[in-house]
């Protein structure tokens, strides 16, 4: 995995715009709400509403990552254990969803009520795939008023924007799960069920070694992708060199070759429902909204013996 040098926090310099107001931030995400299309804000939107009272910043960045949250964050952002703190520990599928009591109960730890706007972010080169579980999590249980930060803590950085040293310990909220939105997720009978379904769509987020089974890619001894099922690697969906995703005509052109239809259902997938969530956060972007995460992705399915694998392309 590529990853972000320590060098990048010195000393930085704000470059913020002019802020909006509280009630601005809640009308435009009211409007976003009604669409698919606003999944990602830009670290612009974020230094001009930073201060905004109804903000929620959170840090989800990778186990990986080469620096740590208390080296240095954006100004109030609290972190989140995307992993283990992320996770049920009770479910025998590792890094399962929490359930919804404990999701609230994380939530409000963070210092997030339902009407609080939460922009997520990660750091390294992953481009938002860590903060996409995060994003996918809220929507799942009902909060659309989330973004996701376009090249997170990198691009913030590189930009010459404040970094935080230190731990932010916010103020608990109250968070009530008051919806779960099923169709953005998907078990493991479903996934049995489209994998012979020519209408479903299943795409494997994770690197193409992964799909062919060149690469044991969750360690259990079972390699390759589930049958039927394409791949598009969730680092297709971005700039090579800035890591923030595609414009919008080259992410159309990424995806064109799955031959997509407005309101077809696609399954996502990948180890463990991480990669899945940014290919399915990009599918929103990009207007396809019948887009569910397989939650138990590979860790889950190969796991039963009994459930087939495929090798090649």
């Known amino acids: 995995m590529r990853l972000l040098s320590a060098c990048l926090f010195g000393t930085l310099i704000w470059v913020g715009a002019a802020g909006s107001t509280d009630d601005e931030i809640g009308e435009t995400s009211a409007r976003s709400a009604q669409s698919n299309w606003d999944v990602f804000v830009t670290t612009e939107w974020l230094a001009s509403n930073l201060n905004s009272p109804s903000l929620r910043v959170v840090d989800a960045r990778s186990p990986y990552s080469t620096t740590g949250y208390s080296d240095g964050h954006i100004p109030g952002a609290a972190y989140v254990d995307i992993w283990y703190g992320f996770s049920d520990p009770n479910n025998p599928v590792p890094l399962e969803i929490l359930p919804p009591g404990p999701f609230a109960d994380l939530m409000g730890s963070l210092g997030i009520d339902n009407h609080a706007m939460v922009v997520v972010y990660d750091t390294d080169y992953d481009g ?58 998907a078990n493991l009978e479903q996934v049995k069920l489209a994998m012979n379904d020519p209408a479903v769509v299943l795409v494997n987020a994770l690197w193409p070694t992964c799909h062919t089974g060149e690469w044991d890619c969750v360690g259990l001894g079972r390699t390759g992708h589930i049958p039927n099922s394409v791949n598009l690697p969730f680092l297709a969906n971005l700039d090579p060199t800035t890591f923030t995703i595609l414009a919008r005509p080259q992410l159309e052109a990424v995806w064109a070759p799955l031959n997509l239809t407005r309101g077809q259902q696609v399954i996502t997938y990948c180890g463990a429902g991480y990669a899945a969530a940014f290919d399915l956060a990009i599918l929103h972007h990009l207007g396809h909204p019948n887009v569910a995460v397989y939650d138990g992705s590979l860790l889950e399915w190969v796991s039963h013996p009994e459930l087939p694998l495929e090798t090649g392309p």
């Open 128 to 185: 938002g795939t860590w903060a996409a579980r995060f994003w996918w999590a809220l929507q799942y249980y009902g909060h659309k008023n989330v973004r996701i930060l376009d090249g997170g803590l990198r691009k913030w950085a590189l930009e010459g924007r404040p970094v935080q040293a230190g731990v932010v310990q916010p103020a608990a909220k109250v968070f009530q799960v008051k919806a779960v939105r099923d169709e953005l997720i």
